[in-house]
């Protein structure tokens, strides 16, 4: 059971906008920064989001973060086929003194 | 361009000892602005990070507190590297190991190695 809950599964058609969520508690999402990652198929996580809201160069800005209280969102707009992959959100946790990740969600777009 | 390349055994037997390696190139495992950590993934867990190491004109260690008996991350200066070992195996540490770089504040893993399947199993 990964500290940070996430839905298991979204899905969505080509153009739409989809929010995959984040909840956590005091100790991590309420007190600390989240980031998002982004896993395709067979390949390293890479980071799309980070200080809960920031986009490292080359993330396109169909892709933004926001955080509410203990919970953290990650939006896609204009969704494309190339966003099939698996998202991550993850931050540090005071109480575990280490960096924690949500169980993941299985995005498909159809 | 900085890559982590990593290496070591894809199979391991039960209750040995999981070693694995982290070559650095393009940046330097000495650096005082990041952290080299071991971050394993498997359909049970997910993604678990396991521990990491930095250089803050000493080095400094910090692992994962369920694993804090049985892990040990190591620099090598001299071969610009990183380790892993995880001793004691079950079959439970059965999964995709990564060593990945991170910068904090805020804590961001911005570089990620290939990652290594591996299997404990006799």
């Known amino acids: 059971q990964s500290v940070l809950i996430q839905p298991p599964s979204a899905s969505g058609t080509p153009g739409q906008k989809i929010t995959i969520s984040c909840s956590g508690s005091?100790?991590?999402?309420?007190?600390?920064?989240g980031n998002w990652y982004q896993q395709l198929p067979g390949t390293a996580p890479k980071v799309l989001i980070y200080?809960?809201?920031q986009r490292p160069s080359g993330v396109p800005d169909r892709f933004s973060g926001s955080k509410s209280g203990t919970s953290a969102y990650l939006a896609i707009s204009w969704l494309q086929s190339e966003d099939e992959a698996d998202y991550y959100c993850?931050?540090?946790?005071?109480?575990?003194?280490?960096?924690?990740f949500g169980g993941g969600t299985k995005l498909t777009v159809l | 361009q900085v890559q982590l390349q990593q290496s070591g055994p894809g199979l391991v037997k039960p209750s040995q000892t999981l070693s694995l390696t982290c070559a650095i190139s393009?940046?330097?495992?000495?650096?005082?602005?990041?952290?080299w950590n071991w971050i394993r993934q498997s359909p049970s867990r997910g993604l678990e990070w396991l521990g990491r190491t930095h250089y803050r004109s000493k080095w400094y260690y910090e692992y994962a507190e369920s694993l804090k008996n049985r892990i040990t991350v190591n620099p090598d200066t001299s071969k610009n590297q990183f380790s892993l070992q995880l001793n004691s195996v079950t079959p439970e540490d059965t999964a995709i190991y990564y060593c990945a770089r991170s910068r904090s504040p805020p804590l961001i893993f911005d570089l990620w190695g290939r990652g290594t399947l591996v299997t404990v199993s006799s």
């Open positions: 005091r100790s991590n999402i309420g007190s600390n920064t």
């Open positions: 393009g940046d330097s495992v000495s650096s005082n602005t990041v952290a």
């Open positions: 200080s809960n809201d």
């Open positions: 993850a931050t540090w946790d005071d109480s575990l003194n280490g960096p924690v």
